[in-house]
Protein backbone atom coordinates (compact mmCIF):
# COMPACT_ATOMS: atom_id res chain seq x y z
CA UNK A 1 0.00 0.00 0.00
CA UNK A 2 1.16 3.20 -0.63
CA UNK A 3 -1.00 6.57 0.06
CA UNK A 4 0.27 9.74 -0.78
CA UNK A 5 -1.52 13.10 -0.09
CA UNK A 6 -0.61 16.91 -0.10
CA UNK A 7 -1.25 20.15 1.23
CA UNK A 8 -0.30 23.77 0.64
CA UNK A 9 -0.43 26.81 2.98
CA UNK A 10 0.98 30.53 3.08
CA UNK A 11 3.78 30.31 5.42
CA UNK A 12 2.58 32.12 8.90
CA UNK A 13 2.95 30.57 11.98
CA UNK A 14 -1.06 30.67 12.12
CA UNK A 15 -1.60 28.77 8.65
CA UNK A 16 1.37 26.58 9.47
CA UNK A 17 -0.46 25.16 12.62
CA UNK A 18 -3.41 24.16 10.95
CA UNK A 19 -1.36 22.64 7.70
CA UNK A 20 0.48 20.76 9.78
CA UNK A 21 -2.77 19.53 12.03
CA UNK A 22 -4.03 18.58 8.55
CA UNK A 23 -1.13 16.35 7.84
CA UNK A 24 -1.11 14.65 11.60
CA UNK A 25 -4.86 13.90 11.61
CA UNK A 26 -4.69 12.71 8.09
CA UNK A 27 -1.48 10.16 9.23
CA UNK A 28 -4.04 8.92 12.14
CA UNK A 29 -6.44 8.12 9.94
CA UNK A 30 -4.20 6.00 7.73
CA UNK A 31 -3.06 3.94 11.28
CA UNK A 32 0.42 5.58 11.81
CA UNK A 33 -0.17 5.25 15.93
CA UNK A 34 -0.98 8.19 18.41
CA UNK A 35 2.80 7.99 19.82
CA UNK A 36 4.45 8.11 16.33
CA UNK A 37 2.20 10.58 14.75
CA UNK A 38 3.21 12.99 17.79
CA UNK A 39 6.49 12.55 16.96
CA UNK A 40 6.40 13.61 13.58
CA UNK A 41 4.21 16.43 14.20
CA UNK A 42 7.20 17.79 16.53
CA UNK A 43 9.73 17.23 13.47
CA UNK A 44 7.69 18.72 10.71
CA UNK A 45 6.79 21.58 12.96
CA UNK A 46 10.30 22.39 13.51
CA UNK A 47 11.04 22.02 9.45
CA UNK A 48 7.83 24.41 8.67
CA UNK A 49 9.29 26.77 11.29
CA UNK A 50 12.25 27.07 9.83
CA UNK A 51 10.73 28.18 6.62
CA UNK A 52 8.35 30.94 8.14
CA UNK A 53 10.88 32.36 10.51
CA UNK A 54 14.19 31.58 8.06
CA UNK A 55 13.29 30.92 4.74
CA UNK A 56 10.48 33.67 4.29
CA UNK A 57 12.55 36.47 6.86
CA UNK A 58 11.64 39.66 5.72
CA UNK A 59 9.43 39.06 3.21
CA UNK A 60 6.13 38.24 1.83
CA UNK A 61 4.90 34.55 2.99
CA UNK A 62 4.73 32.64 0.07
CA UNK A 63 3.75 29.14 -0.01
CA UNK A 64 4.71 25.62 2.07
CA UNK A 65 3.97 22.76 -0.09
CA UNK A 66 3.91 19.73 1.76
CA UNK A 67 3.74 16.22 -0.05
CA UNK A 68 3.69 12.62 2.07
CA UNK A 69 4.03 9.12 0.97
CA UNK A 70 3.29 6.30 3.52
CA UNK A 71 4.08 3.13 2.26
CA UNK A 72 3.92 0.00 4.89
CA UNK A 73 7.13 0.92 6.60
CA UNK A 74 8.13 4.25 6.30
CA UNK A 75 7.11 7.74 5.58
CA UNK A 76 8.44 10.55 3.21
CA UNK A 77 7.60 13.85 4.08
CA UNK A 78 8.37 16.34 1.46
CA UNK A 79 8.09 20.30 2.01
CA UNK A 80 9.23 22.67 -0.63
CA UNK A 81 9.19 26.77 -0.25
CA UNK A 82 10.44 29.47 -2.61
CA UNK A 83 12.19 31.05 0.23
CA UNK A 84 15.75 31.43 1.03
CA UNK A 85 18.21 28.78 0.88
CA UNK A 86 19.59 27.07 4.04
CA UNK A 87 22.60 28.47 5.14
CA UNK A 88 25.48 27.30 2.90
CA UNK A 89 23.17 25.28 0.58
CA UNK A 90 23.11 22.84 3.53
CA UNK A 91 21.77 20.91 6.17
CA UNK A 92 22.58 22.22 9.39
CA UNK A 93 24.63 19.75 11.85
CA UNK A 94 22.06 20.11 14.64
CA UNK A 95 23.71 19.95 17.55
CA UNK A 96 22.38 19.70 20.79
CA UNK A 97 22.29 22.76 22.89
CA UNK A 98 24.77 23.47 25.48
CA UNK A 99 22.44 23.07 28.98
CA UNK A 100 25.56 22.91 31.25
CA UNK A 101 25.63 26.35 31.93
CA UNK A 102 23.76 28.36 34.99
CA UNK A 103 20.23 28.62 34.65
CA UNK A 104 20.49 32.51 33.62
CA UNK A 105 22.99 31.53 30.39
CA UNK A 106 20.37 28.52 29.04
CA UNK A 107 19.74 28.79 25.75
CA UNK A 108 16.03 29.69 24.58
CA UNK A 109 16.48 28.80 20.90
CA UNK A 110 18.43 26.46 18.63
CA UNK A 111 16.75 23.19 19.14
CA UNK A 112 15.07 22.59 15.66
CA UNK A 113 17.60 21.35 13.49
CA UNK A 114 18.53 18.89 16.13
CA UNK A 115 14.73 17.69 17.06
CA UNK A 116 14.48 17.23 13.56
CA UNK A 117 17.60 14.79 12.99
CA UNK A 118 16.87 13.01 16.13
CA UNK A 119 12.82 12.06 15.06
CA UNK A 120 14.34 10.97 11.26
CA UNK A 121 15.64 8.31 10.34
CA UNK A 122 16.74 10.49 6.62
CA UNK A 123 16.93 14.02 5.80
CA UNK A 124 17.57 15.18 2.33
CA UNK A 125 17.76 19.07 1.43
CA UNK A 126 17.91 20.08 -2.73
CA UNK A 127 18.03 23.54 -4.23
CA UNK A 128 16.64 24.03 -7.71
CA UNK A 129 15.30 26.80 -9.54
CA UNK A 130 15.33 29.32 -6.33
CA UNK A 131 13.48 26.34 -4.19
CA UNK A 132 13.87 24.64 -1.19
CA UNK A 133 13.13 21.06 -0.92
CA UNK A 134 13.16 19.20 2.25
CA UNK A 135 12.80 15.74 2.51
CA UNK A 136 12.16 13.94 6.30
CA UNK A 137 12.26 10.16 6.26
CA UNK A 138 10.70 8.23 9.01
CA UNK A 139 10.24 4.70 10.34
CA UNK A 140 6.54 3.88 10.68
CA UNK A 141 4.41 0.75 11.68
CA UNK A 142 1.22 0.73 11.08
CA UNK A 143 -1.35 -0.47 13.34
CA UNK A 144 -3.85 -3.23 12.27
CA UNK A 145 -2.23 -4.35 9.52
CA UNK B 1 -2.54 33.23 25.84
CA UNK B 2 -5.11 32.40 28.58
CA UNK B 3 -2.97 31.47 32.30
CA UNK B 4 -4.68 31.72 35.62
CA UNK B 5 -3.05 31.08 38.79
CA UNK B 6 -3.73 29.45 41.97
CA UNK B 7 -2.30 30.48 45.59
CA UNK B 8 -0.80 27.62 47.79
CA UNK B 9 0.90 27.82 51.13
CA UNK B 10 3.80 27.48 49.56
CA UNK B 11 3.82 27.99 45.70
CA UNK B 12 1.94 29.62 42.97
CA UNK B 13 0.91 27.52 40.35
CA UNK B 14 -0.25 28.73 37.04
CA UNK B 15 -2.20 27.00 34.99
CA UNK B 16 -1.67 26.84 30.92
CA UNK B 17 -5.04 27.43 29.63
CA UNK B 18 -4.65 26.49 25.89
CA UNK B 19 -3.77 23.27 23.88
CA UNK B 20 -0.29 24.31 22.30
CA UNK B 21 2.81 26.41 23.38
CA UNK B 22 4.16 26.40 19.98
CA UNK B 23 5.60 29.34 17.54
CA UNK B 24 2.61 31.21 16.97
CA UNK B 25 2.34 31.70 20.99
CA UNK B 26 5.48 31.58 22.19
CA UNK B 27 6.19 35.36 22.74
CA UNK B 28 2.99 36.11 24.24
CA UNK B 29 3.38 33.29 26.64
CA UNK B 30 6.70 34.41 27.88
CA UNK B 31 5.08 38.19 28.43
CA UNK B 32 2.20 37.01 30.14
CA UNK B 33 4.39 34.46 32.50
CA UNK B 34 6.38 37.36 33.61
CA UNK B 35 3.07 39.34 34.44
CA UNK B 36 1.53 36.49 36.28
CA UNK B 37 4.86 35.62 38.33
CA UNK B 38 5.73 38.95 39.09
CA UNK B 39 6.61 39.09 42.86
CA UNK B 40 4.66 36.38 44.77
CA UNK B 41 6.47 32.88 46.10
CA UNK B 42 9.83 31.29 45.15
CA UNK B 43 8.19 28.16 43.86
CA UNK B 44 6.16 28.34 40.53
CA UNK B 45 4.62 25.75 39.37
CA UNK B 46 3.49 25.42 35.55
CA UNK B 47 0.54 23.32 34.83
CA UNK B 48 0.75 21.94 31.78
CA UNK B 49 -2.44 19.42 32.21
CA UNK B 50 -4.33 20.98 29.13
CA UNK B 51 -0.95 21.20 27.02
CA UNK B 52 -0.90 18.47 24.39
CA UNK B 53 2.00 20.30 21.99
CA UNK B 54 4.95 22.30 22.53
CA UNK B 55 7.32 22.65 19.60
CA UNK B 56 10.95 24.45 20.42
CA UNK B 57 9.69 28.16 20.40
CA UNK B 58 7.38 26.62 23.22
CA UNK B 59 10.64 25.19 24.84
CA UNK B 60 12.15 28.21 24.76
CA UNK B 61 9.20 30.43 25.90
CA UNK B 62 9.34 28.26 29.14
CA UNK B 63 13.45 28.25 29.77
CA UNK B 64 12.83 32.22 29.62
CA UNK B 65 10.35 32.10 31.98
CA UNK B 66 12.14 30.76 34.02
CA UNK B 67 15.21 32.48 33.68
CA UNK B 68 13.13 35.66 33.62
CA UNK B 69 11.85 34.25 37.56
CA UNK B 70 15.12 35.00 38.58
CA UNK B 71 17.92 33.84 40.79
CA UNK B 72 16.38 32.05 44.41
CA UNK B 73 12.83 31.57 42.72
CA UNK B 74 12.21 28.21 40.42
CA UNK B 75 10.11 27.35 37.81
CA UNK B 76 8.28 23.15 37.84
CA UNK B 77 6.62 21.96 35.21
CA UNK B 78 3.48 19.33 36.16
CA UNK B 79 1.27 17.36 34.01
CA UNK B 80 2.96 16.67 31.02
CA UNK B 81 1.49 14.68 27.95
CA UNK B 82 3.45 11.97 26.53
CA UNK B 83 4.34 14.70 23.25
CA UNK B 84 5.48 17.56 25.40
CA UNK B 85 7.48 15.21 28.02
CA UNK B 86 9.40 14.14 24.43
CA UNK B 87 10.51 17.52 23.57
CA UNK B 88 12.00 17.53 27.20
CA UNK B 89 13.56 14.68 26.87
CA UNK B 90 15.02 14.82 23.68
CA UNK B 91 16.19 18.22 24.50
CA UNK B 92 17.74 17.13 27.97
CA UNK B 93 15.61 20.16 29.47
CA UNK B 94 14.62 17.16 31.51
CA UNK B 95 17.59 17.61 33.67
CA UNK B 96 17.35 21.68 33.84
CA UNK B 97 13.25 21.77 35.41
CA UNK B 98 11.65 19.54 37.63
CA UNK B 99 9.21 17.01 35.94
CA UNK B 100 5.96 16.23 37.56
CA UNK B 101 3.30 13.68 35.88
CA UNK B 102 0.57 15.08 37.52
CA UNK B 103 -0.28 18.86 39.70
CA UNK B 104 -0.81 16.78 42.84
CA UNK B 105 2.37 14.95 42.41
CA UNK B 106 4.11 18.78 42.07
CA UNK B 107 2.54 19.91 45.37
CA UNK B 108 2.87 17.18 47.15
CA UNK B 109 6.60 17.93 46.87
CA UNK B 110 8.57 20.61 48.05
CA UNK B 111 10.11 21.24 45.45
CA UNK B 112 13.59 20.90 46.99
Known sequence: ?145 | MSLSTTLTDTAQIVTVNAERIDAAMAIQFKEDMRAETEGGHDRVILDLSSVEFIDSSGLGAIVAAMKQLGGGRQLDLAGLSPMVEKVFRLTRMDTVFKLYATLDEATAADGR
Open chain 1, 1 to 145: MVETFACSFQATELSARDGIGSVVSKLRDLGVSEARAGEVQIALAEAVNNVVEHAYAGRTPGDVRIRCNLDNDQLWINIWDAGLPLPDNSLPPGNPADISGPIADLPEGGFGWFLIRELTSDIQYQRTNGSNELSLCFEIELKNR
